[in-house]
Structure formats: C-alpha cells, structure tokens
C-alpha cells in the first residue's frame, strides 16, 4: 500500500435500540466473501442444480456475522451443521429487513433452497423460480 492508498477503517456504532443483528458487521463479511458466493451460485445456476454444501457454509458465515459468534448461522458456517428450522430464524430476521441488501436477499434464497433440499423436505429439483422465491422454500414452513 502506498501512501496515497487509504485502509478501509469501520467505526464501531451502537446497536439500534430492537436491532438484534449488525448489518455492518455483514457487510464487511459480504465484502470480503462475496465474490466466492456469486461465483458458487453462478456455477449452480450454470449446472441448474444448488449450491454446494461449500458455498452454504459461506454464506452462513457471513449472514452469522451479523448475529455474532454464538449464533446458529455462525455455528452452521463453522461446522455445517444446522436445519431450516434451526436457522430461519436468523435468516428471516435478515430477509425480512428493508435494511439488507437484495444481494444479500438473494444469498438467503440459494442458502434456505439448499438447507430444504439437503433435509429432503422439499422438491427443489430445479423447479425454483428465481424471481419468485416462495417462503416455504427459504425456511421449510409457511410463513
């Protein structure tokens, strides 16, 4: 790095009063693992299949950096180990938010297809839209 060159710096905020996740957090986390995931769903929407079991801890990782070391989206991206119905709700709260980015929208629609079809719970035999996700798809219930 030059000395014209600046190091990206974040400052830390307090949480919102009711904010249970931290979107900057995440962001940065997308930042640095994004292009990874665009390349896994590329590759999936290329192969008409899902995304492997590789790119769903990634993308666990990161959402779980918004809820922290202790979450289950957390656990998943460290372990794998995880259900739709153990992680849906983390992974709603993300969703569900104005604030989260369709980016990252779209990372919880491949993650929550890939949980359901992993449980053999769902018929996800490429049969997903992917302009129209439906929220069985992403958590396996209906919402």
């Given at each position: 790095?030059?000395?014209?060159?600046?190091?990206?710096?974040?400052?830390?905020?307090?949480?919102?009063e009711?904010?249970?996740?931290?979107?900057?957090?995440?962001?940065?986390?997308?930042?640095?693992?994004?292009?990874?995931?665009?390349?896994?769903?590329?590759?999936?929407?290329?192969?008409?299949?899902?995304?492997?079991?590789?790119?769903?801890?990634?993308?666990g990782h990161?959402?779980?950096?918004?809820?922290?070391?202790?979450?289950?989206?957390?656990?998943?991206?460290?372990?794998?180990?995880?259900?739709?119905?153990?992680?849906?709700?983390?992974?709603?709260?993300?969703?569900?938010?104005?604030?989260?980015?369709p980016?990252?929208?779209?990372?919880?629609?491949?993650?929550g297809?890939?949980?359901?079809?992993?449980?053999?719970?769902?018929?996800?035999?490429?049969?997903?839209?992917?302009?129209?996700?439906?929220?069985?798809?992403?958590?396996?219930?209906?919402?």
């Amino acid at each position: 790095m030059n000395q014209h060159e600046h190091e990206p710096s974040y400052e830390a905020r307090p949480a919102a009063e009711g904010e249970v996740f931290d979107l900057r957090r995440l962001e940065v986390a997308a930042n640095r693992f994004g292009p990874r995931i665009a390349e896994g769903i590329q590759f999936a929407r290329d192969s008409r299949r899902e995304i492997t079991p590789e790119i769903a801890r990634c993308i666990g990782h990161v959402l779980g950096r918004a809820f922290g070391r202790d979450s289950e989206l957390a656990e998943y991206g460290c372990t794998g180990e995880g259900t739709s119905i153990t992680l849906c709700d983390e992974y709603l709260t993300l969703y569900n938010s104005p604030d989260t980015h369709p980016a990252v929208k779209e990372w919880i629609d491949w993650f929550g297809t890939h949980l359901i079809a992993a449980e053999g719970r769902a018929d996800t035999h490429w049969a997903r839209n992917e302009y129209l996700l439906s929220r069985v798809r992403l958590c396996g219930r209906g919402s």
